[in-house]
């Protein structure tokens, strides 16, 4: 992104975790579920696929365990893209 002149800037969710309020901002009117990180530990031993929490609880737990957010989040000018969606980002 940076190559092709994007400004970036960089957020370590570790260190500075989004509030719930920040999330359900960013996730808006799309499908929470595209939020959450199928490959976290969490998601598989809570078989989230299969019995998905609601939209309150999916950000409740991304908001204390940011490894359930799926990465990277890319917003620009309002759109989002999430995961390493090369197609959506390459449109951005």
């Known amino acids: 992104m940076e ?7 960089f957020r370590d969710l ?3 975790r989004l509030s719930e309020s920040e999330l359900d901002q960013m996730i808006g009117e799309r ?5 959450l990180n199928p490959r976290n530990e969490i998601y598989r031993q809570k078989k989230l696929k299969e019995n998905p929490p609601s ?3 999916a950000i409740r737990m991304m908001a204390e365990e940011p490894n359930l957010i799926r990465r990277p989040v890319i917003i620009v000018r309002g759109r989002i893209v999430v995961g390493f969606d ?3 980002i390459a449109k951005l």
């Open 14 to 16: 570790g260190k500075e």
């Open 31 to 35: 499908d929470y579920k595209e939020f």
């Open 86 to 88: 090369e197609e959506a």
């Open 3 to 9: 190559k092709k002149g994007f400004e970036l800037e």
């Open 55 to 57: 939209r309150r609880e």
